[in-house]
């Protein structure tokens, strides 16, 4: 009901700015595809043996609605996609629905909405950024949701709405206020292992450019988390939360092609549940990034972290962080390293807390030639968890997960409005926890599309 009525406001506030505006430039277009998935899941450690086949013929309409003028800009696409069982358990309908849309109110101040509703069973659809994210302004701790997969997949719905406001008060400087509502909803009562919860987020950030040399930003967030309540309670079921965010920088212009920067972030969480630990992680990061030439950018950053966990001995350790982006008459590749110190409290599982990890990153996409063009890549994290949950013996439990990816796609364009999609992606996850589920899962996709605009006026 929460999430209908959430949705009801945004439509209302779309149509207000729609009202609102003279001349404008409409565009709906609409599309069609047809395709297939299949998923190999095999379970390891505690389920060793075990494995999920997910085998789906599918059909996906879609509807895009674009309008603008000098103003404002509204995006609109829904696409259900209809789903029939291979393996004899039916035929689903999936939902996904994205709107966003921008408004200048006046010269110097732009308001922002954006929604996301998903029901669907695959946990890739919901990896959402901030509502803030296009937003320079923005502190680094903002958070984002993704859904667990850890149990393979199973029905859910989720609904990420938010409302942005952008004052510019001096040149490049910004006050930004927003709020955004999220939630989970599992299908069925009896889904185990995943807890249906309401997430309140509230980001305030201001930046100041002294001059064209020097700028500086100030932010933080406040989120609340509230998990439905289980009618069978089971051990380290998740329980509501606090969180708290801070991030200052001060970015430094005076050399060419080259941004200095020193920034500090903090997370703070605050558990209601007086059995769960609560924590604290400071980092504080020197920066440099640099345009080494038109096609050739550089992203490098280092410092300490301090973190903290109620019950357990103070930590102190660094972050750190790399990426190269480097563009080719028909490509691109970009690589990424990364040293973090995280939580994890909104995965839809119990097993929050603090996550040491390092990760690798890299891609590659080529246009073979006008109507081809290809994909690949491949992601590593080795993860030391710090659980919120306490063991038996009234400590925090700690353990090691290590999560590889790779995949690969292909697209083809033909006859003017077709696509042919094909994919191919394997994902391993490996938990020293019997909290934690640990798998291979194999997928394969094959799409063929249609889409063409419809009406322009």
């Known amino acids: 009901m929460r999430g209908k009525i959430c949705s009801g406001v945004i439509t209302l506030l779309v149509l207000g700015v729609v009202a609102l505006s003279?001349?404008?430039?409409?565009?709906?277009?609409?599309?069609?595809?047809?395709g297939l998935d299949i998923d190999r899941r095999t379970n390891r450690g505690a389920a060793s043996g075990q494995s999920n086949d997910y085998n789906t013929v599918f059909t996906t309409p879609s509807f895009s609605f674009t309008s603008s003028d000098i103003k404002d800009g509204i995006n609109f696409r829904y696409a259900p996609s209809f789903r029939y069982d291979l393996n004899g358990k039916g035929t689903n309908?999936?939902?996904?629905?994205?709107?966003?849309?921008?408004?200048?109110?006046?010269?110097?101040?732009?308001?922002?909405?954006?929604?996301?509703?998903?029901?669907?069973?695959?946990?890739?659809l919901t990896s959402t950024p901030p509502s803030t994210?296009?937003?320079?302004?923005?502190?680094?701790?903002?958070?984002?949701?993704?859904?667990?997969?850890?149990?393979?997949?199973?029905?859910?719905?989720?609904?990420n709405a938010s409302l942005t406001s952008d004052y510019t008060y001096l040149q490049d400087s910004v006050v930004s206020l927003g709020y955004t509502?999220?939630?989970?909803?599992?299908?069925?009562?009896?889904?185990?292992?995943?807890?249906?919860?309401?997430?309140?987020?509230?980001?305030?950030?201001?930046?100041?450019?002294f001059n064209p040399e020097w700028k500086t930003t100030v932010g933080g967030q406040y989120v609340r988390g509230l998990y439905e309540t289980q009618s069978t309670?089971?051990?380290?079921?998740?329980?509501?939360?606090?969180?708290?965010?801070?991030?200052?920088?001060?970015?430094?212009?005076?050399?060419?092609?080259?941004?200095?920067?020193?920034?500090?972030?903090?997370?703070?969480?605050?558990?209601?549940?007086?059995?769960?630990?609560?924590?604290?992680i400071h980092n504080t990061t020197v920066g440099w990034k640099r345009e080494i030439s038109p096609h050739?950018?550089?992203?490098?950053?280092?410092?300490?972290?301090?973190?903290?966990?109620?019950?357990?001995?103070?930590?102190?350790?660094?972050?750190?962080?790399?990426?190269?982006?480097?563009?080719?008459?028909?490509?691109?590749?970009?690589?990424g390293v990364a040293k973090t110190y995280s939580q994890d409290n909104f995965t839809g599982t119990s097993t929050g807390g603090t996550i040491d990890s390092w990760t690798a990153k890299g891609d590659f996409n080529y246009q073979l030639y006008e109507k081809l063009s290809t994909g690949v890549f491949a992601s590593y994290a080795d993860q030391n968890r710090q659980n919120a949950v306490v063991g038996t013996s009234h400590s925090t439990i700690s353990y090691k997960e290590k999560v590889s990816s790779t995949g690969i796609n292909m697209n083809y364009s033909f006859w003017r409005w077709y696509t042919l999609s094909i994919g191919y992606t394997f994902s391993r996850q490996e938990a020293e926890s019997t909290l934690v589920n640990s798998f291979d899962d194999n997928r394969v996709y094959m799409t063929i599309g249609a889409q063409k605009e419809l009406f322009r006026w």
């Open 22 to 34: 003279e001349a404008r430039v409409n565009s709906l277009t609409g599309g069609v595809d047809v």
């Open 93 to 124: 309908v999936d939902q996904n629905l994205n709107l966003s849309v921008q408004r200048l109110l006046t010269k110097v101040w732009q308001i922002r909405i954006s929604e996301l509703y998903v029901n669907a069973d695959d946990s890739s």
């Open 133 to 159: 994210a296009n937003n320079p302004q923005t502190p680094t701790n903002t958070t984002t949701d993704q859904i667990s997969n850890e149990l393979g997949r199973r029905r859910f719905s989720t609904n």
């Open 181 to 209: 509502y999220s939630l989970l909803r599992n299908d069925g009562a009896g889904t185990l292992g995943f807890q249906d919860y309401d997430k309140h987020s509230g980001l305030l950030s201001v930046s100041y450019r």
């Open 233 to 280: 309670p089971t051990l380290g079921a998740q329980s509501d939360l606090s969180e708290y965010h801070g991030d200052m920088s001060l970015e430094s212009f005076v050399f060419s092609k080259n941004i200095l920067s020193l920034s500090y972030g903090y997370v703070g969480t605050r558990y209601d549940d007086p059995t769960r630990k609560d924590s604290d």
């Open 296 to 335: 050739l950018n550089a992203d490098i950053g280092a410092g300490p972290s301090y973190v903290k966990t109620d019950g357990q001995d103070a930590t102190w350790g660094y972050n750190a962080h790399a990426n190269v982006n480097y563009m080719i008459e028909h490509g691109r590749f970009g690589i």
